[in-house]
C-alpha cells in the first residue's frame, strides 16, 4: 500500500499546482466542446474518492453532502464556483491523504462492498478501490490538461 499512497500524493500534488497557477475565473471557465472545467474535475476526483473508499465500505467520509451532491459522478458544473468552495476544496485535497492514510494504518477498514465503477471495473476489495482511484484521478488530470489549452 506505500506505493499506493506514494502515488495518490503525488497524483493530488499536480492537482494543486491548478490552485496556484490559475485565477477563479480560469477555473470556473467551460472551453467550447467540454463539458466541464478545472474546479470541477477537482471537486469530482475529492467526492470519488470519499465514496470509493469510504462509502463503499460503510463509513462516513469526511466531505460535507452538498459536496458530494455537486461533484458525484453524473454531474456537471451548475454553476460559478465561489472561492470559498475552491478554498475549501484545496485544503480537502491534500487533508483528506492523511486522514485516508491514518484511517487504513488505524484499521478503519473492515469491510468493502464490491461493486462495477461505472467505467466497467468491478472492484472487490479496499486495494482493489485504491488502485482504482488512482487510475481515475489520472484520468481526470489528463481531461485538466486539455481543458488548460484553451483558458
Do not use: C
Request: aromatic content about 16%.
Amino acid at each position: 500500500m506505500e506505493s499506493v499512497f506514494r502515488t495518490w500524493k503525488t497524483s493530488r500534488e499536480l492537482y494543486l499546482d491548478y490552485f496556484n497557477n490559475y485565477t477563479l475565473e480560469q477555473l470556473n471557465k467551460i472551453p467550447n466542446g467540454f463539458s466541464n472545467n478545472l474546479i470541477w474535475n477537482i471537486g469530482h476526483i475529492i467526492v470519488a474518492q470519499q465514496a470509493l473508499i469510504y462509502k463503499d465500505s460503510d463509513l462516513e467520509g469526511y466531505i460535507p453532502n452538498e459536496l458530494f451532491e455537486l461533484y458525484k459522478p453524473g454531474t456537471k458544473p451548475t454553476g460559478k464556483t465561489s472561492q470559498n468552495e475552491v478554498t475549501e476544496l484545496k485544503e480537502l485535497l491534500l487533508s483528506l491523504i492523511k486522514k485516508t492514510e491514518t484511517d487504513f494504518y488505524d484499521g478503519k477498514f473492515v469491510n468493502y462492498n464490491e461493486r462495477m465503477t461505472g467505467t466497467g471495473f468491478y472492484l472487490t476489495s479496499l486495494k482493489d478501490a485504491f488502485e482504482f482511484n488512482n487510475y481515475h484521478e489520472g484520468l481526470h488530470l489528463g481531461f485538466m490538461v486539455n481543458i488548460k489549452k484553451f483558458i
